[in-house]
């Protein structure tokens, strides 16, 4: 069936520095890609997304690049904040229906 | 209201006991979801409204579990015979269908003692 594998957390880093946090899937066909975030103490709220391959999905500072060649979607940011610390899930939608398969969730904490 | 609203937002019970955890979707949108969000399991899809169509049940963990929408809008969320293991954050989202975007509640923290 469809899956998600994100890197395991937590992530620390210092405010400023480069963020990758790695996504890879399975799926049949081509699903449409997400990054959604959960910040302390909110709900889940869609981050970016990619549609088809190649297509690259911004947001915040925030970009993910859909490669189907290597079945991936990092999510990446050139300087973190403090306020950029939360859990951040990546997640397929296979069937265009927006049932959504999660990753398991990788939480970042930036410090100052 | 503005966004998707879930209640209660904690609810504690005694195994063996029934709960229903409520889902009120943003006015309008077609398509409303249910997921569970547990320490060990991490963020799973449990079922699936959209429209008038049969619903998509395919997430359910157990016959105990079970879902209605009612008028298109409402939806609740019911759990029989409560587990320790079915302590976890029940999710609920809502879209106009399809590849657009869907909106969270803040979900129920569900705790079975």
């Known amino acids: 069936g469809d899956s998600v594998t994100q890197m395991e957390g937590p992530v620390t880093l210092s405010e400023e520095a480069f963020l990758t946090i790695n996504c890879t899937y399975t799926?049949?066909?081509?699903?449409?890609l997400f990054w959604y975030v959960q910040y302390p103490g909110e709900g889940l709220q869609l981050l970016l997304k990619?549609?088809?391959?190649?297509d690259k999905g911004s947001n915040k500072g925030f970009e993910a690049t859909y490669r189907k060649e290597t079945t991936s979607f990092h999510l990446e940011k050139g300087s973190v904040q403090v306020s950029d610390s939360a859990v951040y899930f990546c997640a397929l939608d296979s069937g265009n229906t927006g049932k959504l398969i999660f990753g398991q969730g990788t939480t970042l904490q930036v410090k100052p | 209201g503005a966004g998707v609203s879930q209640s209660p937002s904690n609810k504690v019970t005694e195994k063996g006991k029934d709960v229903e955890l409520r889902c009120d979707p943003i006015?309008?949108?077609?398509?409303l979801y249910w997921y569970r969000q547990s320490l060990g399991q991490g963020l799973e899809f449990l079922i699936y409204?959209?429209?008038?169509?049969?619903?998509?049940k395919s997430g359910l963990p157990s016959d105990r579990f079970s879902a209605e929408r009612t008028g298109g809008s409402v939806s609740t969320l019911t759990i029989q015979r409560t587990q320790q293991e079915d302590s976890a954050v029940y999710l609920c989202a809502s879209s106009w269908g399809g590849n657009t975007e869907a909106f969270f509640g803040q979900g129920t923290r569900l705790t079975v003692v």
């Open positions: 006015s309008g949108h077609t398509a």
């Open positions: 990619a549609t088809k391959a190649d």
């Open positions: 799926a049949t066909g081509y699903p449409s």
């Open positions: 409204f959209q429209g008038n169509s049969a619903p998509d």
